[in-house]
C-alpha cells in the first residue's frame, strides 16, 4: 500500500514564508514525476509545481519566482518552498506522484490527504 503524507501548512502573513514537505511510503517499487497541486473551495484544482525524477521542474505563472519546489529521491519526498505568499494563494496543497509498487510494477498517481494554508492580508 502506498500513502503520500504532506505536512508544513499552516497560517502566515501576505509576504511571509511557508514550507511544504510530502513523503512517500509503502511498497514502493519506483518513483517519477512529483507534484503540488492546490484547491480553492469551489473551484478545480489546479496544478501549482512539478518535477521530474532527474530534477527538470515547472510551474504555474502565478508562483514563478516564488515557488520552488525540489525533491530527495533517497527519502522519497517532495518539498515546495512557497515565499512572498499571496492572500491568492491561500488553499488546500494536495501532494502528487506517479508511483509504482511491488504489487503490480505498474506507474499510477497518487495523491495526498492535503495541508491547508492561509495566507493572511
Known amino acids: 500500500q502506498v500513502q503520500l503524507v504532506e505536512s508544513g501548512g499552516g497560517l502566515v502573513q501576505a509576504g511571509g514564508s511557508l514550507g511544504l514537505s510530502c513523503a512517500a511510503s509503502?511498497?514502493?517499487?519506483?518513483?517519477?514525476?512529483m507534484a503540488w497541486y492546490r484547491q480553492i473551495p469551489g473551484k478545480q484544482r489546479e496544478l501549482v509545481a512539478a518535477?521530474?525524477?532527474?530534477?527538470?521542474?515547472n510551474y504555474t505563472d502565478s508562483v514563478k519566482e516564488r515557488f520552488t519546489i525540489s525533491r530527495d529521491n533517497a527519502k522519497k519526498t517532495v518539498y515546495l518552498q512557497m515565499n512572498n505568499l499571496k492572500s491568492e494563494d491561500t488553499a488546500v496543497y494536495y501532494c502528487?506522484?506517479?508511483?509504482?509498487?511491488?504489487?503490480?510494477?505498474?506507474?499510477?498517481?497518487?495523491w495526498g490527504k492535503g495541508t491547508l494554508v492561509t495566507v493572511s492580508s
Open positions: 502528487a506522484a506517479e508511483i509504482a509498487s511491488y504489487d503490480d510494477y505498474t506507474y499510477k498517481h497518487y
Open positions: 518535477i521530474t525524477y532527474g530534477g527538470t521542474t
Open positions: 509503502g511498497s514502493i517499487f519506483s518513483m517519477n514525476d
